[in-house]
């Protein structure tokens, strides 16, 4: 994706990690491993929070996934919740190690989308074309266009999972992490 290829090559950030790490997480989801899968999201997570940017395609199969099987249904819901939460906490861990203050590590990402008061930051996206725009407006009525993009994949990816093969979902997933970030403002 062109935010992987620019984080990567250009600020040597972990990129290749939790891109590694989404595409295990879709690996054990295509193999009906539903746990597995959740706790490869979450390590995802803890390299870059950009890993949510998958969420509207690979949230609807998790949940296809967790009512398919009604036997394994509660171990897959309370299985998924720890393991996000323990991915959140494993990625605040060494913020806390290094005496961060505790009510300061919970707000480390919240804290994060304050930093930049422009609509694009160098990211190949529809908000680079308008460099200029009206900040106040266009940053939350972008975000809530990105919300809306999000939704319109999730229904779609929800609705139509019981026809879709591996392969077709997984341009979908890809397809997804390409959209989202180009949709959404504040990249």
Same mark, same amino acid.
């Given at each position: 994706? *062109?935010?992987?290829?620019?984080?990567?090559?250009?600020?040597?950030?972990?990129?290749?990690?939790?891109?590694?790490?989404? &595409? @295990?997480?879709?690996?054990?989801?295509?193999?009906?491993? &539903?746990?597995?899968?959740? @706790?490869?999201?979450?390590?995802?997570?803890?390299?870059?929070?950009?890993?949510?940017?998958?969420?509207?395609?690979?949230?609807?199969?998790?949940?296809?996934?967790?009512?398919?099987?009604?036997?394994?249904?509660?171990?897959?819901?309370?299985?998924?919740?720890?393991?996000?939460?323990?991915?959140?906490?494993?990625?605040?861990?060494?913020?806390?190690?290094?005496?961060? *203050?505790? %009510?300061?590590?919970?707000?480390?990402?919240?804290?994060?989308?304050?930093?930049?008061?422009?609509?694009?930051? %160098?990211?190949?996206?529809?908000?680079?074309?308008?460099?200029?725009?009206?900040?106040?407006?266009?940053?939350?009525?972008?975000? /809530?266009?990105?919300?809306? /993009?999000?939704?319109?994949?999730?229904?779609? /990816?929800?609705?139509?999972?019981?026809?879709?093969?591996?392969? &077709?979902?997984?341009? /979908?997933?890809?397809?997804?992490?390409? &959209?989202?970030?180009?949709?959404?403002?504040?990249?």
């Amino acid at each position: 994706t *062109p935010t992987l290829v620019l984080n990567s090559a250009w600020w040597g950030q972990f990129d290749a990690w939790y891109a590694a790490f989404l &595409l @295990f997480s879709a690996a054990a989801l295509f193999r009906e491993k &539903l746990c597995l899968s959740v @706790f490869f999201f979450a390590i995802s997570f803890t390299f870059k929070a950009q890993a949510v940017f998958i969420l509207p395609a690979l949230g609807p199969l998790w949940v296809v996934e967790v009512f398919k099987n009604r036997k394994d249904r509660t171990l897959a819901i309370v299985a998924g919740i720890g393991m996000a939460l323990f991915g959140y906490a494993f990625a605040l861990f060494p913020a806390w190690t290094q005496a961060f *203050p505790l %009510n300061g590590v919970f707000e480390i990402y919240g804290g994060q989308t304050n930093t930049f008061h422009r609509l694009s930051m %160098n990211a190949p996206n529809v908000w680079s074309i308008f460099p200029n725009a009206d900040y106040g407006f266009w940053a939350p009525t972008g975000i /809530v266009i990105g919300a809306i /993009v999000s939704l319109i994949i999730a229904t779609g /990816v929800f609705l139509k999972k019981g026809r879709w093969g591996s392969s &077709l979902m997984l341009d /979908v997933l890809i397809f997804t992490a390409i &959209l989202i970030p180009f949709a959404l403002p504040k990249m």
